[in-house]
């Protein structure tokens, strides 16, 4: 054996002993002490891999959901690249000092004394706590810029001295309200809009007029579901801010997928609305239980008329003088552009930015005003508006339920204290005197017969839904008595 011959030799062996004591199982422990033997390290590190993989199929189904939603609240708030006429805050002044004897908001209160107090003259109710200025100044001897919690002990007192409870239904419109509180009950109100009602500040029980129909649903973000329903009684459970739609017939239900861009409808079954409930509503596979008719949003059009210029003076102050604000200023408008086919101008105005002419020429599906610039006669943005009711104190200590409007568009909002004005109109049928001359309609509350005191939140043990058919409605049909103690001026909110 020759001598290199050894060497390698040794070297082989030696290399083979290493290799030996490599695979020589040390026993490893884990945290708990228990022995991980290779096949659980394997097995563990296939359930990663597994964890792993799941968690990013999770994320590319639901993440792109948030990032969607995101960018989708960010196209709603559309603001077009416009310029106000900061001209029109002087003007707007000039008009007020040089009406001191006008009410412009109609609250009983000259402009002048509104002046002098601080209070908003183009609001009946400048702190918004639900108590006019009127009714704070002259009334309650409250601070009319300092919101008081008035409305509450108002229905508290009121409910007291009728032997009334929480729980006792009352009625705003056609319909009869059980509140679950009386924050609800001193402030929350419901307004009929084109399609339904909408629930302004009110979280209770509802029930609507029979002949309207037996199923009632929720539309949010243009998807119906069935509102809660409790049958003894024959009430629907309601939130502030629901938009409530009724139906004589139950609505077709259908669950839309969506896969990578690509729509299809399947059938409601056990399998499809298990399918809706796990995956997402947004993302690149989206399935979202809806009902038939939301599956083709092409049923409601929008209208559009040619774009006129009415007729209107820009140095006339008197769009100054009005808030139209009120649901009667609001169909007045609807009807002259969908029936007349009239052109509308409306002056969005703020008391720092200052005003914004526009002209409206049609209303989109929801009823929003689709506006275009005077100057361009080019269509520029959309005014979004939405119907609203709350209840106030009015002058003569009242709780009514008051309708109006608040709008947004242009940079503009009511919720800001932003003013809007319908001023002027093409065509014969709209004279622009028409406009902000308007009476607030204000639905009478009327207590309901207190024979059906009793709270849907109190299982009921006899049936208080037939009670309910009792309900004196004589009292409800008081809206004109109480219309005629308003000043034939648009009133704020
Ligand atoms: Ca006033
Ligand atoms: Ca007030
Ligand atoms: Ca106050």
Redesign the pocket.
Known sequence: MSRLKQVLEQNSQAREKRTRKKRTVMPVYDIQGKTITPEKRRRTRRMSIITILISMIVIFIYAPGVFMKDKAEDSQDYNPDITYDTAAVRSSNNVLRDNPDEDFDGDGIQNSEETSLGTDPWRIDS?Q?G?TDYY?VHVSD???L???ELLENEQKNDDEAKGNRLGTPYKIGNVILWADDYASKAYGSVVETLNGYRFCGFSGYAQFPEEEGNYAYRVQNGIHSLLPYREEENVWEVHSGDMVEIHKEPLEKTVAFNLFGFTFYGGSNWATEILATILPDAGFITATSMMAIDADPDTKESTIIDITLPKYDPSDGSRFMMNSNTLNDLLFVQEAVTEDGNCVAVSLFNSKKGEYIGIIYGLTADGDLLVADPDTMEPSGVIKVTEKARKILDESGDMVSMEYFDYSGFGFDSLNGDRISFFAATGNSADSSLFGGTVSKKDTEAEADSNTDQSPDKSGEDSSGEENEEIDTSEASSDEDNSENIDNKSEDE
């Open positions: 702190d706590d108590a704070e409250t601070d009319p300092q919101p008081d």
